[in-house]
């Protein structure tokens, strides 16, 4: 099973907009991270966030972590055409010796 | 500077043949990861190489082998391909292993008939 759960599976708003989803995950990480795939590409990392941190940002986003629920959520502010990708976190489960992702949050900005 | 080079892009296979599909990297970086993205299922780890001259099973490594030719370049193969090995396959390096970000090829589109 995966250890990292996106929610929505799909989230299609306006653009200018600002787009949240999330992640849910199992076990104990050392870090979470997000990634962008655009339709036909490979994956480009957006941020880490380390499991002593609970929030972080970088640009337009914002990436939150809370441990004890084991979540974190993707915050994409004042979002634009080109923000339209699937979205995915991974996480480093300690002792696991990987990188587990999730199904990915599929998002759509309308113009 | 392509960083993460995957070769072919695109391949057709009958059951039973075999190919290898190539990863080549110019970031000098020490771990190098095969996963397989299928629709609904995220992407999977098959297999992975935490430096030159090691390499280790990931979550669905049944099917495929790989080598681990040089600092470079790393390598996929199916010996016998099967209809559920149908898949993009991404090959990803990174230079702190599972701790850090990970950079990724544009993949390779594999139909097996």
């Known amino acids: 099973s995966q250890q990292g759960e996106e929610d929505p599976q799909a989230l299609s708003i306006q653009e200018g907009e600002n787009a949240t989803m999330n992640c849910s995950y199992k076990t104990s990480i050392n870090n979470l991270q997000w990634y962008r795939q655009n339709s036909g590409r490979g994956l480009v990392h957006l941020i880490l966030?380390?499991?002593?941190?609970r929030e972080k940002h970088s640009g337009r986003l914002r990436v939150t972590l809370d441990t004890s629920k084991k979540s974190s959520s993707l915050l994409i502010t004042a979002s634009r055409a080109a923000d339209t990708a699937s979205y995915f976190c991974?996480?480093?489960?300690?002792?696991?010796?990987?990188?587990?992702f999730g199904q990915g949050t599929r998002l759509t900005i309308n113009p | 500077n392509a960083g993460v080079t995957q070769t072919p892009k695109f391949q057709v296979l009958k059951t039973g043949q075999s190919m290898t599909l190539q990863c080549a990297q110019d970031?000098?970086?020490?771990?190098m990861y095969w996963y397989r993205q299928d629709p609904g299922m995220g992407l999977r780890l098959i297999y992975y190489?935490?430096?030159?001259?090691?390499?280790d099973k990931g979550e669905v490594p049944n099917g495929y082998n790989v080598s681990r030719l040089n600092k470079r370049e790393f390598s996929l193969r199916l010996e016998s391909a099967a209809p559920s090995q149908t898949s993009v396959y991404f090959c990803?390096?990174?230079?702190?292993?599972?701790?850090?970000?990970?950079?990724f090829g544009e993949g390779s589109r594999l139909t097996v008939l």
């Open positions: 991974a996480t480093d489960a300690r002792g696991a010796q990987k990188l587990v």
């Open positions: 970031m000098n970086h020490n771990s």
């Open positions: 190489s935490a430096s030159e001259g090691t390499t």
């Open positions: 966030i380390r499991s002593n941190e």
């Open positions: 990803a390096i990174g230079a702190l292993g599972f701790t850090g970000e990970l950079f």
